[in-house]
């Protein structure tokens, strides 16, 4: 398995740009989560989907962001219209729930100008 | 709301040490809890893996133990090598969220 896929891997943009990161997990894993990560904040829980629903989404900072899993294998965190304090590198990981541990992907650094 | 906290939050130490990072959470109801590793600039690397019914689980050099009733994990690391420096972080699971450590900063000289 190529573990959790994560694209891309660097993306700068200016303020005001629409932003969306890419996740595809493990085949086979039910449950998706999206985290952020801060130098200030550490590891945070923004959603996470079980079998394709969005469950808790309560972590999300405001309206600007969104997420969608529209199948099993794929999913994305948008961010319209994005700031520069959403610089942070964003990771995605999966897990088949009630079963086995979390996979994480490599993750997408983002920086905003 | 379950917190967890990692002792110490850095530690430099020479090559061939044996060292315990400690991890605490206050919830006791947690289904598992996994050990991940995480070197500057990159991912996160799972370690091990305990599930809430095991005391312990080892791979290598490293043994992880789990007490719930004290809400208290540890990471043992034998005969550290300098490979063995980054941030090491604990995570417990409760109701389907993976809640998070502040890490410990290692650092392990020849």
């Known amino acids: ?113 | 709301k379950q917190e967890v906290t990692q002792i110490p939050a850095a530690l430099s130490v020479p090559e061939g040490e044996n060292l315990v990072l400690n991890c605490s959470f206050t919830d006791s109801a947690i289904y598992n809890l996994q050990w991940f590793r995480q070197d500057p600039g990159k991912g996160l690397t799972s370690l091990l893996l305990i599930q809430s019914s095991q005391r312990e689980q080892t791979s290598g050099r490293l043994n992880a133990s789990l007490d719930k009733s004290s809400g208290r994990s540890t990471l043992y690391i034998a005969a550290s090598q300098p490979g063995d420096s980054a941030t090491y972080l604990c995570a417990v699971v409760n109701t389907d969220k993976l809640i998070f450590g502040t890490g410990t900063r290692l650092q392990v000289f020849p």
């Not at chain 1, 993306?11 to 740009?17: A, D």
């Not at chain 1, 085949?27 to 952020?36: E, I, K």
């Not at chain 1, 309206?63 to 959403?86: C, G, H, Y």
Request: glycine share 8%.
């Open chain 1, 1 to 113: 398995d190529a573990g959790v896929i994560q694209s891309p891997r660097h993306e700068v943009t200016e303020m005001g740009q629409e932003v969306t990161l890419r996740c595809k997990p493990i085949s086979g894993h039910n449950s998706l989560f999206w985290y952020r990560q801060t130098m200030m904040r550490g590891l945070e829980l923004l959603i996470y989907f079980n079998n394709n629903v969005p469950i808790d989404d309560s972590g999300m900072p405001e309206d600007r962001f969104s997420a969608k899993m529209p199948n099993a294998s794929f999913s994305t965190l948008k961010i319209q219209p994005s700031e520069p304090r959403d610089s942070a590198v964003y990771f995605c990981a999966s897990t088949r729930q009630g079963a086995s541990g979390y996979t994480f992907g490599s993750g997408t650094r983002l920086t905003v100008v």
